[in-house]
């Protein structure tokens, strides 16, 4: 198996960023949504401004996977009041785990997990959260695989289009505990 690095993203990768972010979401999403609603989507959401805002916030993080010097997969995790929804101090988002296709099952997406994980441990924080669509058992399947439980439902709208996210929490803390 090829050493995987996860290394954190700046500001001078935001090319890259939007390149691995634009190609994966593609990648996972394309044949099931129409041309236009992606097109729209990935110029919205993967914008140089917007991806420029996004790496600039103190309550936001990127890492990449990467391999050699190519960069195979990419995470974002959100706390305090940048989480997309639940916007609980303690609670972290995990926004998007992605991975190119080509390199699923081969840990990358597991490596940028754990990331996740040990940022919200530094961060004292009490649960993980995030939302994955109804139609992607791979994805529910790897979260649950890792401790994960359904909470809720969500719409998540790419384009015109409104699509149901599944809504899953892991629990970090016990908040019954004495200390």
């Known amino acids: 198996m090829e050493n995987i690095l996860i290394r954190k993203v700046t500001l001078n990768n935001i090319n890259q960023l939007q390149e691995i972010g634009r190609r994966t979401f593609h990648e996972t999403f394309s044949s099931t949504n129409t041309e236009e609603n992606m097109t729209n989507y990935l110029e919205e959401r993967f914008s140089i401004e917007k991806l420029a805002s996004e790496l600039s916030s103190s ?53 940028l997990y754990e990331k996740a994980i040990e940022k919200a441990k530094q961060k004292n924080i009490d649960y993980v959260w995030l939302g994955v669509w109804e139609e992607n058992p791979k994805a529910i399947a790897f979260y649950k695989k890792n401790g994960f439980v359904e909470f809720d439902k969500h719409i998540f709208k790419l384009g015109d289009d409104e699509q149901t996210d599944i809504m899953m929490k892991l629990q970090l803390t016990n908040k019954n505990k004495c200390i």
């Open 59 to 111: 309550d936001s993080l990127f890492y990449f996977a990467m391999i050699n010097k190519d960069i195979i997969g990419y995470m974002k995790i959100n706390w305090g009041q940048v989480q997309t929804e639940i916007r609980d101090e303690q609670g972290l988002e995990i926004e998007r785990i992605y991975v190119l296709q080509e390199f699923h099952g081969k840990y990358a997406g597991q490596l």
